[in-house]
């Protein structure tokens, strides 16, 4: 489209919104969501849907900052873009709903503030998978949208990710000459995670990027109150005309019966006002939590004043990455090479009772097993922490421990944190996984987190391996993790699940661990399909204990298949008889196994460890047998 630019501009100020904030301070508005979520309606509704269903609630809002004293009003659009509004059905109302958008804060704004168009991020969480191109065409159509109405600038705000601002930014600079604003989430030392790195830049970097890229604004808004948005912006120097924006949050909310409230005063917030324009800020507003009660204290504190134009700047340390640490390659692995590897399941208990895992884990010890490995409550099914387990067995026992990782349970703080307390304890192999749905499990009423999936632990544990942190800070101590990781074998096309491990073997990935199998066949098609990977595979072996247990692993859980042949084969027998015969096929199934791959991953029936030394005894038998093709 052509570069277009407003012609329309506030009353009280006869200048268009660049030339007046280079002059002058500027009031920005406070939360929209905060006052909307005020008024009763859910979290769950959308809020930019409102702009064409209930504009009055819209337009009363932007009227309560105006009268307030905010001198800019950012329309409520800050998710309609088609990715977020698909959520609710909406992605065909983008260009409707940002227009309307628009309209309703320039009605409001009766010439007596200007008008900026809110952009927010396309994607939500960490696990989000959105190509740049869906993002370029995200944003493009809603800048279109958003510019056709006539806004007097641009304000893209709460990007937490900087090459995701900066592919904004770009598309803005492409379709208009409107003046851009660009705001990152920073933590109060000034950093802001860069994605396609996952190295952190500081502000002062990020700043002078987004200038370079077009922005004529850049800021920092939301995350943190205003005392960590001013210890950030203590670093960042006047130099070159650099015209700043902050828009802090309210402090951090408190959940009281069954709402948040955020608790920093309007008093509180005209202070740090002051303080803001002391470093150097122009436009100064609100962010979550913010009322017009915070914007008319704020605006009462600044009439009159002038912007300052020089400042003392504290000299930004540069927080240097520590030394990268030799990884070790546990012992487990570098056997696979020379000999039959075998790592042993032995899942954490559904109560306290778990002296059983400790016998049963000297037994393998002493049968001569590679590496015990421990789920993390599989099937969704509440178990006692692995991590936990995890570190009794190792104290008790010496085994080598494989720590399984779920993305269900943990959020990207929680996932941190039991990596750093994990590698504490000395345990520093894991197999990632994105996990179970909750649903799914004896608890369906748990919420199912997915913060991160397999891709993105599977990068976190490597970052941390660099000595980075998942923010993007520099740590003062890299890891040494090594990282398995799982593959299904059991689908009708593993070409779907070969090209998902190959993506996990690019970000990182050690080894591997599949799913187990019941069919001797399917080991060939495993080996022809990995054959392209040099990282060892160690293919899932379980022994069925009944009939009824194999109908129930073919039937209900995800990623097994279990032949009709095999079932009817245990249904022949009852008890003892029939653990034997599930012994017996998975014997068979070593066999195969073992023709092929020198990694071998037994997966133990309800603690029943004894099965499992059988099979461990056969194994040592069978690879005495010369094999041709083994070693993978």
Known sequence: MDKTISNEQPATSNQPFLEHLRQHLLVGDGAMGTMIYGQGIPLAQSYDELNLTQPAIIQNIHRAYVEAGAQALETNSFTANRCKLARFGLERRVAE?????????????????????????????????????????????????????????????????????????????????????????????GYVRDSPTGVAQHITTAFRRLSDLG??????????????????????????????????????????????????????????????????????????????????????????????????????????????????????????????????????????????????????????IDALTMADSSLGITRMSNVALGHLVKQKTGLPLIIHLSCRDRNLIGMQAELMGMYALGMDTVLALTGDPAKFGDQPGATSVYDLNSFNLIAMIKKMNQGIAFSGRAMKQSTRFTVGVALNPNVDRIETQINRLRRKIQLGA??????????????????????????????????????????????????????????????????????REGVTVAAEILESVLDYFNGIYLITPFVRYEMILELVEKCRTLSLRPATKRGK
């Open 97 to 189: 709903i940002n227009q309307a958008a628009v309209r309703l804060a320039r009605a409001a704004a009766d010439g007596k503030a200007y008008v900026l168009a809110s952009v927010g991020p396309v994607r939500d969480r960490e696990s989000d998978e959105i190509e740049a191109n869906v993002m370029r065409h995200a944003f493009a159509e809603q800048i279109t949208a958003l510019v056709a109405a006539g806004p007097d600038a641009l304000i893209f705000e709460t990007f937490s990710r900087m090459n995701e601002l900066e592919i904004a930014v770009i598309e803005a600079q492409r379709l208009t000459d409107l003046p851009i604003i660009a705001q990152v989430v920073a933590d109060e030392e």
């Open 215 to 368: 922005a004529d604004v850049v800021g920092i808004n939301c995350a943190k109150g205003p005392t960590g948005i001013l210890h950030a912006l203590r670093e960042v120097p006047l130099d070159d005309g650099l015209l700043l924006s902050a828009f802090p949050n309210a402090g951090l909310p408190a959940f009281v019966e069954g709402r948040y409230i955020y608790l920093s005063t309007p008093e509180y917030f005209a202070e740090s006002a002051l303080k803001l324009r002391e470093q150097g800020v122009r436009l100064i507003g609100g962010c979550c939590g913010t009322t017009p009660e915070h914007i008319r204290a704020m605006a009462a504190a600044l009439r009159g004043l002038e912007p300052v134009r020089q400042k003392q700047v504290i000299a930004h340390v540069k927080h240097e990455l520590p030394p990268a640490q030799a990884i070790t390659e546990p012992e487990f692995l570098k056997s696979v090479g020379k000999r039959p590897a075998v790592i042993v399941e032995l899942d954490p208990p559904r109560d306290l009772e778990h002296e059983s895992i400790i016998r049963g884990a000297l037994e393998l010890k002493r049968a001569g």
């Open 510 to 579: 050690d080894f591997v661990m599949t799913q187990p199998i019941f069919d001797w066949r399917k080991v060939r098609e495993i080996y022809e399909a990995t054959r392209e990977f040099e990282i060892p595979v160690f293919i899932g072996i379980m022994p069925l204990v009944s009939g009824r247990n194999a109908d129930f692993l073919h039937n209900e859980v995800p990623g097994i298949e279990i032949p009709l042949k095999v079932r009817e084969r245990l249904y022949r027998f009852e008890g003892e008889r029939a653990r």
